[in-house]
Every structure is written in structure tokens, then in C-alpha cells.
């Protein structure tokens, strides 16, 4: 089955880090780009990354440069995203979504099921 | 960054309806738009991608259209299951962005 699974999510206290993982199946996982997307409660939803399936090219909303880092490991199908320096405006349900392309600029065909993170002391 | 804008954000209309959802870049972004639907507590489901691409297994009441900073989702005839909230997000920058979002009612 095609799939992406994500697992990490939790309670952080603010300023604290956290590791969000994805997994994926069901399809050629190196050639597709993926990315994360969040949606805080009650609101829209928030591209935050993508990386591109050889895991060269990676890009960030202004939101989270320079706090959360995205990377991949092709041999174990997962991606994930470091995230440091939360605060409260970062909780949220986290998705995982892959691109229908290697390379970055396409649509998300693909979402997991998402995983909430909630920052909060 | 492009920002995308779309309206209306709520609209009520009935089962049998023709709907329309505008999505304005701020600027072009080709034809490099795609559609997603939402149902509470689910992922988003693309619908469509360049702007008028069915995605596979969509049904074909739904169809896009534009380009350059001004799209259109419609919705041919309105069934009871579409009741949902419709996003669109451009990718012609790496820097993708998605519009705030649209809630469709089914009266």
C-alpha cells in the first residue's frame, strides 16, 4: 500500500526540540521529492519544507529557517524534520506529503495522516 | 514570498449546484496551481494539479482553470460528500504557499 506514516509528535515545553519521522511505502521512495506541511487548530494549512528525492536541494518558509531542518535517508525511506527553538505559534498537526516529482516545484499527491505537536509549558 | 488569495471563505449552496472558487497569486505563477480538499480530521486530498490536471481517480465534476495570478476551482454538480474546505497552493516558487482556504457547505 502507498503510504507515508508520521510519528514523533508530542508535548514540548517552549524553546525545547522535537524530531518528527516520516515513513514511507508502497512506492520508489528516492524518486520523489517530499515535504512538511502543518495546520495550526482551527486554521489553514502551512507549507514549512521541502527536499528533493537525491536530498540535495532543500528549501524553508520563513517561519521555521533557520529553527527546523529537513533531511532524508533514502536507504531507510524517511524523512525528517528537526525542529529547535519552539514556541506556542508552533503547535500544530504535522504532515508529511510527497511531491509527484524528484525534483522540487510540483504538487503534493500523497499525504500522511499527520502528527500533532503541541508547545506548551 | 507569492501570496495566494481566495474567496469566497465560506459559501452555502445546494446538492445539484454549479459552485466556483476563485484562488489570486499575487503574482504570475504560470500554471503552476493545484487544489486540495479537506474533510475534518483527514489529510488534504489533491484534486487537481497545473491548474486543470485531474488528478487520477478525482471525480470529473471537479475542474480547474487559469493562469498567470487568477484560478478557478468549480464543482459541476454539487454532491452531499463535497461538503468541505478547498485549498489552493502554488508551486512555481520552491517557496510554496497555499491560499487561507475556502469552506463549502451542502445546504
Known amino acids: 500500500e502507498v503510504q507515508l506514516l508520521e510519528s514523533g509528535g508530542g508535548l514540548v515545553q517552549p524553546g525545547g526540540s522535537l524530531r518528527l519521522s516520516c515513513a514511507a511505502s508502497g512506492f520508489t521512495f528516492n524518486n520523489y521529492a517530499l515535504g512538511w506541511v502543518r495546520q495550526s487548530p482551527g486554521k489553514g494549512l502551512e507549507w514549512l519544507s521541502s527536499i528533493s528525492g537525491d536530498g540535495g536541494h532543500k528549501y524553508y518558509a520563513d517561519s521555521v529557517k533557520g529553527r527546523f531542518t529537513v533531511f532524508r535517508d533514502n536507504s531507510k525511506d524517511t524523512i525528517t524534520l528537526q525542529m529547535n527553538s519552539l514556541a506556542g505559534d508552533d503547535t500544530a498537526i504535522y504532515y508529511c506529503a510527497k511531491g509527484r516529482d524528484s525534483v522540487l516545484g510540483d504538487a503534493f499527491d500523497l499525504w500522511g495522516q499527520g502528527t500533532m505537536v503541541s508547545v506548551s509549558s | 514570498d507569492i501570496q495566494m488569495t481566495q474567496s469566497p471563505s465560506t459559501l452555502s449552496a445546494s446538492v445539484g449546484d454549479r459552485i466556483t472558487i476563485t484562488c489570486r497569486a499575487s503574482?504570475?505563477?504560470?500554471?503552476?496551481l493545484a487544489w486540495y480538499q479537506q474533510k475534518p480530521g483527514t489529510a488534504p486530498k489533491l484534486l487537481i494539479y497545473?491548474?486543470?490536471t485531474l488528478q487520477s481517480g478525482v471525480p470529473s465534476r471537479f475542474s480547474g482553470s487559469g493562469s498567470g495570478t487568477e484560478f478557478t476551482l468549480t464543482i459541476s454538480s454539487l454532491q452531499p460528500d463535497d461538503s468541505a474546505t478547498y485549498y489552493c497552493?502554488?508551486?512555481?516558487?520552491?517557496?510554496?504557499?497555499f491560499g487561507q482556504g475556502t469552506k463549502l457547505e451542502i445546504k
Open positions: 497545473k491548474a486543470s
Open positions: 497552493q502554488q508551486y512555481s516558487s520552491f517557496l510554496y504557499t
Open positions: 503574482q504570475s505563477i504560470t500554471s503552476w
